[in-house]
C-alpha cells in the first residue's frame, strides 16, 4: 500500500518508543511456528470439508487447486532478500515479474502484454519497468480485472521519500522484503489465476490478471494501464484488488468500495457463504485508505471496484515485513474468495454499477495537496491564509468540468479564505457542505494570477 504523507514520521516516532527484547523476539518465532501447523490442518481440513460437502462445485475445484503449501512457497520467494525488497525499475522486480510470468505461463493463460508477451512495459525515472498481464479468456469481449501490486519500497536507508520506514528492533537489515505489501495480494492474484484456469471452462466474461508496478510511487503502474488499457475501458465490468492480505486477526479482512458498488458488495458477501471468513464491508462509510492503493485509480475511471486488505501493522514498510509473519492460511482463504467472486462477477448477466463515493474527495474530483507555510508566504498570502495546491483532478467530476487545473492553488470558496490552520480540513469540509446539484465560487491562484470559477456540482 502506498504510504501516507505524514505517517512515516508519527510511525518512526511511535517505533522508537517500543522496546523489545531477544527472548520475546524467540518467543514470538516459536508461538509463530506453532500457529503455522495448526493452520495448516484447520486449512487442510476445511479443504476436505468443502470438497465432501460440495462434490463438482467450484468451490471444491477452486479449494483443491489453492494449496497452503503453494501460498507459502510464494510469498517467501517474492519476499526473500534475493529480490531486494522488489523497487520499481530494479532486477529484484524484474525477477518478481518472470517468476509470475512463469506461473501464468504454466496455467495456459494468454499473454496480452506488448509483442504478444507477458510485460506491458513503461518507465519510471528512466528505469524500465512492466505491469504484469495474463488473460483467461471468455465468451464475450468484457472482462474482470484482479490486481495486486508486485512492487515494493526496495532497500537501502529509510527515508521520507523512499517509502521506508526506520524500525530500531531491524539491526542491520536494510532489505524492505514487502511480504505482506504486496507479496501477499500478489501471491493471492497468482492463485486465483491458477484456480480459474485449472476449472477448464470459458467463463461468461474474461478475467484480465494484472500485476502493477510503481504503485509505492504513486499508483503508477494502474495509471499507466488505465491510459494504455489492454482491454477497453468500457469492456472492463469490474476490479478486485489485493493489496496487504496476510496480517492481523486469522480470517478476518476488510472489503472496501462496497459504497461505490453494491452489487459488487453483495456479490462478495454471498462469495463468502462458502469460504467464511469475517468480511468487514462498509457499505454506507469508505475509509481514505481506499485512495491509496490501485483500485482507486479504476475508482476515478468510474470502473465498480473492491479492495481487500487485511490492514497496517508496525512492520509497515519497515524491514521487519517479513514472510515469517505472514498468515499463510490467511492468504488462502483470500485467494479463494478472490476466486470465486471473480467468477462469480465474470458469469453474472447484470454489470454492476459505479456510484461516486461520498465524502471521499472525489465530490469534487481532486487529490488536495496541503502546502507549507514559506510556499504560501511566496504566494503573497496573509499570515492567517492557507492554501491547497490541486496534485490531480478527475475526468468527469466538478472541477475538471469547471476548467481547475493540476498545479491550481485554491486558496478560498465563495470568497471565503482558506485558514492556514487545519487548511485541508477547512478544505474538505467546503467541499461536503454544499448540496447536490449546487454551485460554488473557487478562487485559485493560477502562475500568480488569481481567477475564480464557479464549480457545478452533480444532482
Ligand atoms: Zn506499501
Same mark, same amino acid.
Given at each position: 500500500?502506498?504510504?501516507? #504523507?505524514?505517517? #512515516?514520521?508519527?510511525?518512526?516516532?511511535?517505533? @522508537?518508543?517500543?522496546?523489545?527484547?531477544?527472548?520475546?523476539?524467540?518467543?514470538?518465532?516459536?508461538?509463530?511456528?506453532?500457529? /503455522?501447523?495448526? @493452520?495448516?490442518?484447520?486449512?487442510?481440513?476445511?479443504?476436505? %470439508?468443502?470438497?465432501?460437502?460440495?462434490?463438482?462445485?467450484?468451490?471444491?475445484?477452486?479449494?483443491?487447486?489453492?494449496? &497452503?503449501?503453494?501460498?507459502?512457497?510464494?510469498?517467501?520467494?517474492?519476499?526473500?532478500?534475493?529480490?531486494?525488497?522488489?523497487?520499481?525499475?530494479?532486477?529484484?522486480?524484474?525477477?518478481?515479474?518472470?517468476?509470475?510470468?512463469?506461473?501464468?505461463?504454466?496455467?495456459?493463460?494468454?499473454?496480452?502484454?506488448? /509483442?504478444?508477451?507477458?510485460?506491458?512495459?513503461?518507465? &519510471?525515472?528512466?528505469?524500465?519497468?512492466?505491469?504484469?498481464?495474463?488473460?483467461?479468456?471468455?465468451?464475450?469481449?468484457?472482462?474482470?480485472?484482479?490486481?495486486?501490486?508486485? !512492487?515494493?519500497?526496495?532497500?537501502?536507508?529509510?527515508?521520507?521519500?523512499?517509502?521506508?520506514?526506520?524500525?530500531?528492533?531491524?539491526?542491520?537489515?536494510?532489505?524492505?522484503?514487502?511480504?505482506?505489501?504486496?507479496?501477499?495480494?500478489? /501471491?493471492?492474484?497468482?492463485?486465483?489465476?491458477?484456480? =480459474?484456469?485449472?476449472?477448464?471452462?470459458?467463463?461468461?466474461?474474461?478475467?484480465?490478471?494484472?500485476?502493477?508496478?510503481?504503485?509505492?510511487?504513486? *499508483?503508477?503502474?494502474?495509471?499507466?494501464?488505465?491510459?494504455?488499457?489492454?482491454?477497453?475501458?468500457?469492456?472492463?465490468?469490474?476490479?478486485?484488488?489485493? !493489496?496487504?492480505?496476510?496480517?492481523?486477526?486469522?480470517?478476518?479482512?476488510?472489503? =472496501?468500495?462496497?459504497?461505490?458498488?453494491?452489487?459488487?458488495?453483495?456479490?462478495?458477501?454471498?462469495?463468502?457463504?462458502?469460504?467464511?471468513?469475517?468480511?468487514?464491508?462498509?457499505?454506507?462509510?469508505?475509509?481514505?485508505?481506499?485512495?491509496?492503493?490501485?483500485?482507486?485509480?479504476?475508482?476515478?475511471?468510474?470502473?465498480?471496484?473492491?479492495?481487500?486488505?487485511?490492514?497496517?501493522?508496525?512492520?509497515?514498510?519497515?524491514?521487519?515485513?517479513?514472510?515469517?509473519?505472514?498468515?499463510?492460511?490467511?492468504?488462502?482463504?483470500?485467494?479463494?474468495?478472490?476466486? +470465486? *467472486?471473480?467468477?462469480?462477477?465474470?458469469?453474472?448477466?447484470?454489470?454492476?454499477?459505479? *456510484?461516486?463515493?461520498?465524502?471521499?474527495?472525489?465530490?469534487?474530483?481532486?487529490?488536495?495537496?496541503?502546502?507549507?507555510?514559506?510556499?504560501?508566504?511566496?504566494?503573497? %498570502?496573509?499570515?492567517?491564509?492557507?492554501?491547497?495546491?490541486?496534485?490531480?483532478?478527475?475526468?468527469?467530476?466538478?472541477?475538471?468540468?469547471?476548467?481547475?487545473?493540476?498545479?491550481?492553488?485554491?486558496?478560498?470558496?465563495?470568497?471565503?479564505?482558506?485558514?492556514?490552520?487545519?487548511? %485541508?480540513?477547512?478544505?474538505?469540509?467546503?467541499?461536503?457542505?454544499?448540496?447536490?446539484?449546487?454551485? @460554488?465560487?473557487?478562487?485559485?491562484?493560477?502562475?500568480?494570477?488569481? +481567477?475564480?470559477?464557479?464549480?457545478?456540482?452533480?444532482?
Amino acid at each position: 500500500m502506498r504510504l501516507a #504523507a505524514g505517517l #512515516a514520521a508519527v510511525l518512526a516516532f511511535a517505533l @522508537q518508543a517500543r522496546a523489545e527484547n531477544l527472548s520475546e523476539r524467540l518467543a514470538r518465532r516459536l508461538d509463530k511456528a506453532v500457529r /503455522d501447523s495448526s @493452520q495448516r490442518t484447520e486449512s487442510e481440513f476445511r479443504e476436505l %470439508l468443502a470438497s465432501g460437502l460440495h462434490p463438482g462445485s467450484p468451490l471444491a475445484a477452486i479449494r483443491k487447486s489453492i494449496t &497452503w503449501d503453494s501460498c507459502r512457497e510464494g510469498v517467501e520467494f517474492l519476499a526473500s532478500d534475493a529480490l531486494l525488497g522488489r523497487d520499481t525499475g530494479s532486477d529484484g522486480h524484474r525477477a518478481a515479474a518472470e517468476w509470475a510470468a512463469k506461473r501464468f505461463e504454466s496455467f495456459g493463460l494468454k499473454p496480452v502484454g506488448d /509483442d504478444g508477451g507477458w510485460f506491458q512495459n513503461w518507465k &519510471w525515472a528512466r528505469r524500465k519497468t512492466m505491469n504484469v498481464v495474463a488473460l483467461l479468456e471468455g465468451e464475450t469481449d468484457e472482462v474482470v480485472v484482479v490486481g495486486a501490486h508486485l !512492487d515494493h519500497v526496495g532497500h537501502g536507508d529509510p527515508g521520507i521519500f523512499s517509502g521506508r520506514i526506520p524500525n530500531p528492533l531491524a539491526g542491520e537489515d536494510r532489505i524492505y522484503n514487502g511480504a505482506d505489501d504486496n507479496a501477499s495480494g500478489s /501471491d493471492a492474484l497468482v492463485h486465483i489465476a491458477q484456480a =480459474l484456469a485449472a476449472l477448464g471452462k470459458k467463463p461468461r466474461r474474461g478475467v484480465l490478471f494484472i500485476l502493477f508496478s510503481g504503485e509505492e510511487k504513486g *499508483l503508477l503502474g494502474s495509471s499507466h494501464y488505465l491510459a494504455n488499457p489492454i482491454v477497453p475501458l468500457e469492456k472492463t465490468v469490474a476490479m478486485l484488488n489485493f !493489496d496487504m492480505v496476510g496480517r492481523n486477526k486469522d480470517r478476518e479482512c476488510a472489503v =472496501l468500495g462496497a459504497q461505490c458498488s453494491p452489487e459488487l458488495g453483495r456479490a462478495v458477501l454471498r462469495a463468502n457463504r462458502g469460504i467464511g471468513m469475517k468480511l468487514e464491508v462498509p457499505t454506507d462509510s469508505t475509509p481514505t485508505i481506499f485512495m491509496q492503493s490501485d483500485q482507486f485509480t479504476f475508482y476515478q475511471k468510474r470502473i465498480p471496484c473492491l479492495f481487500f486488505t487485511t490492514g497496517g501493522h508496525t512492520e509497515y514498510h519497515t524491514a521487519l515485513d517479513h514472510a515469517d509473519r505472514i498468515n499463510v492460511g490467511k492468504i488462502e482463504d483470500i485467494a479463494e474468495l478472490g476466486a +470465486l *467472486l471473480a467468477l462469480g462477477v465474470a458469469e453474472d448477466r447484470q454489470r454492476p454499477t459505479w *456510484l461516486p463515493i461520498s465524502g471521499l474527495g472525489p465530490k469534487l474530483g481532486v487529490t488536495p495537496q496541503p502546502l507549507a507555510g514559506a510556499q504560501l508566504q511566496a504566494l503573497g %498570502l496573509k499570515e492567517n491564509e492557507g492554501g491547497v495546491r490541486l496534485a490531480s483532478l478527475m475526468d468527469n467530476f466538478p472541477a475538471k468540468n469547471a476548467g481547475l487545473q493540476v498545479g491550481d492553488i485554491v486558496i478560498a470558496f465563495d470568497g471565503k479564505p482558506l485558514p492556514r490552520e487545519n487548511t %485541508l480540513e477547512a478544505f474538505r469540509k467546503a467541499i461536503t457542505k454544499v448540496k447536490a446539484g449546487g454551485s @460554488q465560487e473557487v478562487t485559485v491562484i493560477r502562475n500568480t494570477k488569481r +481567477l475564480t470559477v464557479t464549480v457545478q456540482y452533480e444532482k
